[in-house]
């Protein structure tokens, strides 16, 4: 009872607007909520042992509920019939192409499990080009024709829809009056449980066939790769038949107390903080990274692993980050496409489950200014079908022989496409995290180790490789390369591509990102490249060359041309940049152009060659980058605007007149002249005041015009590119005085929480 009554008084202190009310109200409501946030986890706490919501009971393991909510192998096996199982694991397994005649099947055994388990709807699920997930819900019934309904779930329903979905972003694929999308049954993720609905992963396509979302060019980038992959494995092993990729992420994450949110419009409309004093303690004494997790946050964690192990997502790893407040979130390893569709449950999951503990989550890259801002890690490995991880060493030459292969096309492919791989993670959020302080620059290199630079070193500049080569006998020469020994060169945290002793890191990928955009990228990049080394090869022992031979003489060429993207000094150096610069590689950090690497002949006919993207997708994805990046920056312009006239000007002009009432009244009780001298520091005050004040007034005022010039612009490059040249260094130069006065102005007058409420969780 106590619990209903706290829960309800929240929920209505919610409702008021909160971040209306003055100043000091503002906060002490603020502190209300928090606190009952706090008490409604010490409360439920004591009510259910761990915390509010669905905690399996104690006897329970991961293993009994792991997976509970997906339609997984065994649930196919237990409710589909055998020959309908066989075909769809053989689709989901070997790429068998998909006999429309099992689809009827598959849903009625879908349906039969879903519906036990209490749903009631069904959703087509996919990733339109927002960065967030889709879905239109649809109950499972269909008339009786008696007057009442009975569920119905066809295999039609399963395969393709017709989302009414014209309003998601096209690019201009799909004029308003052709607006028809598919989304069409993607078997290979499997469908899974959220409430009351059955989730079906799905592509999403225009009328013409074009992608309008991620997942269907990752899915073709998939198999450019598996191709590619599986033609060079066989120069080692010829029983390999298929290489798949894998995802590993760790997301990062910012947890807010809610009401501290409530109270900021900025983080609430922006998902950051437009301005801000820096706390007086932040991150300076490295406390928090891997610190002991807060207790409130520990319950949150639980709760989140538990939910996303329910939906088959192997969360393994939780710590806390470098930043206060920040933290992160690991599973294990999957294939790529299962990982892509996971990270984006994940975060729609951290949402929902936040909210339970009275926090919320923020994904934005740069929530805070002056401390780290987030990412996600995407560890990407290749592996056979024959159990080897293929860039991995391993005991003998040959394999060492493998893994060199791999890891010098991954090298030579992010050479080639280093500006391309850049343009697939860049957005106009995670901007703010390439090339500030501590993170990645906006340069893509990529870091191996003093062990395996040395290794490519000798192989690049020693004869004696080919030298014994040609004596038909595979020696390389080269110390073995035990795992442990490779594993430990893993300690560069600025590089934004580093190979850490059995995959490559691509740290560079943003947090609130789909994962895909830059998987995307890789893959297609590496198929490609291993597609060159086949053909290179295959001419030189065409020509005669023993294959051995011709594996060196190809990997020596490509350790010769990818040696600019190597780098394993300080990426966040000055010096760095202006090395890159001298190497060649792309530097450039404008958001808006950086996208012009998507359009680049290189690019266009990469992705054409591995029948990825055509250049007609490829063009309308840009036209949405572009446009995304200026209502971003619209948006956040508006917003600073708004807050500046009616949050900060005002408190500003109440304290000064405080602190005029405060002089006059010293000139009255003191006299003039004493009364003037004694109040010196409050008359600059109040100067300082007038002055930052009028600035602001005018900044805003300015931006407001820059805007409207930008708005009259015709194509969405340009009109982004003035968004970012003319616009956003404003948000900036607002800041900066809003700032100053945070820092001046009477603490009680304040209306907004600040950094040091916002950014420590007690
Ligand atoms: P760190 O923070 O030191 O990078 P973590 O343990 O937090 O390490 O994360 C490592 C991530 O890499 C995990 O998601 C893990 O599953 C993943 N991973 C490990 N091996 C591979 C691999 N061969 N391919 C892809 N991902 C991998
Ligand atoms: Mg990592």
Redesign the pocket.
């Known amino acids: 009872m106590v619990w209903l009554y706290i829960c309800k008084r929240l929920t209505n202190l919610q409702k008021e607007n909160i971040a209306n009310v003055s100043g000091y109200v503002a906060r002490n409501i603020i502190n209300q909520v928090n606190n009952m946030s706090k008490l409604r986890f010490e409360v439920v706490t004591a009510a259910f042992g761990k915390s509010a919501v669905d905690v399996p009971n104690k006897t329970e393991r991961p293993s009994d509920y792991y997976a509970v909510k997906v339609f997984n192998r065994e649930k196919m096996f237990k409710y589909l019939p055998k020959d309908i199982y066989n075909s769809l694991i053989d689709v989901i397994d070997n790429g068998a192409s998909f006999d429309g005649s099992i689809a009827d099947a598959v849903a009625e055994g879908m349906k039969k499990w879903a519906i036990e388990n209490n749903a009631t709807h069904y959703t087509h699920w996919f990733h339109p080009l927002t960065e967030t997930t889709a879905e239109k819900h649809d109950a499972f019934i269909e008339h009786d024709g008696k007057g009442g309904v009975l569920e119905e779930f066809s295999g039609k329903l399963l395969v393709q829809q017709e989302p009414d979905a014209s309003s998601f972003p096209n690019g201009g694929i799909r004029s308003t009056f052709e607006a028809r999308g598919y989304s069409a049954w993607d078997p290979t993720s499997p469908a899974f449980l959220i409430g009351d609905t059955l989730c079906i992963p799905t592509v999403f396509i225009s009328y013409t066939g074009e992608a309008l979302d991620y997942k269907a060019p990752l899915l073709k980038s998939l198999r450019a790769v598996d191709k590619a992959a599986t033609d060079v494995c066989r120069y080692f092993d010829k029983n390999v038949k298929k290489v798949t990729t ?5 997301q990062e994450y910012f947890l807010v107390d809610e009401g501290m949110l409530l109270a900021r419009p900025d983080l609430l409309l922006t998902g950051r903080t437009l301005m801000g004093h820096d706390s007086a303690k932040n991150q300076q004494l490295e406390d928090h990274y891997f610190g002991s997790i807060p207790a409130r946050v520990a319950a949150f964690m639980k709760d989140l692993e538990i939910e996303a192990m329910k939906l088959g997502i192997p969360a393994k ?1 939780c710590h806390n980050e470098a930043a206060p407040n920040q933290f992160e979130l ?4 999957e294939e790529c496409n299962l990982a892509v569709d996971h990270n984006m449950l994940i975060m729609a999951l951290m949402k929902e489950v936040a909210r339970r503990h009275g926090f919320r989550v923020l994904l934005h890259e740069k929530p805070f200014k002056g401390v780290n801002g987030s990412g996600k ?1 995407n ?3 290749l592996g056979t079908d024959t159990g080897t ?1 293929l860039m991995a060493p391993g005991k003998t030459d040959k394999d060492n022989l493998r893994f060199i292969t791999f890891v010098v096309n991954t090298l030579a492919a992010i050479y080639r496409h280093n500006g391309l791989l850049k343009a697939s993670i860049m957005s106009a959020a995670n901007a703010h995290r390439l090339g500030a302080a501590e993170a990645p620059p906006a340069i893509i290199s990529s870091f191996l180790g003093s062990h395996l630079s040395s290794i490519l070193d000798h192989m690049e500049t020693t004869d004696d490789v080919v030298k014994i080569l040609s004596k038909r006998e595979l020696r390389l020469n080269i110390p073995a390369l035990p795992e442990l020994m490779i594993d430990n060169t ?1 300690r560069n945290r600025t590089s934004p591509f580093a190979f ?1 002793g ?2 490559f ?1 691509f740290r560079a990928v943003g947090s609130e990102a789909n994962c895909a955009s830059a998987m995307i990228a890789l893959n297609t990049a590496m198929a490609e490249q291993l597609t060159i080394f086949k053909k290179e090869v295959d001419t030189l022992i065409e020509k005669g060359v023993a294959k051995e031979d011709a594996l060196v003489k190809i990997i020596r060429k490509y350790i010769k041309y990818s040696k600019p993207v190597r780098f394993d000094g300080n990426g966040y150096s000055d010096e760095w940049r202006r090395e890159a610069i001298k190497r060649g590689l792309d530097c450039e950090a404008s958001a808006p152009i950086v996208f012009d690497r998507y359009l680049d002949k290189e690019s266009v006919e990469m992705f054409r060659k591995m029948e990825v993207m055509t250049e007609t997708e490829l063009k309308a994805r840009n036209e949405i980058k572009w446009e995304m990046y200026t209502k971003k920056v619209q948006i956040e312009a508006r917003v600073l605007g708004d807050l500046a006239l009616n949050h900060i000007i005002p408190t500003a002009t109440k304290y000064q007149s405080s602190l005029l009432d405060n002089v006059i009244k010293m000139e009255q009780v003191i006299g003039k002249e004493e009364g003037d001298k004694m109040s010196q520091e409050n008359i600059s005050l109040i100067k300082e005041i007038a002055v930052r004040v009028t600035e602001i007034r005018r900044l805003v005022h300015e931006m407001v015009e820059r805007r409207k010039v930008a708005n009259k612009i015709a194509t969405e490059r340009d009109k982004a590119i003035a968004y970012h040249d003319t616009v956003a260094p404003m948000l900036e130069e607002i800041r900066t005085h809003i700032d100053k006065l945070e820092l001046v102005v009477d603490n009680e007058l304040w209306t907004l929480p600040k950094y040091r409420e916002l950014l420590f969780i007690c």
């Open positions: 894998y995802l590993g992420w760790e790893t690991a599973p294990i390893y890690h560890n990407w490995s991880l893993d850490t059995n995959r890191e």
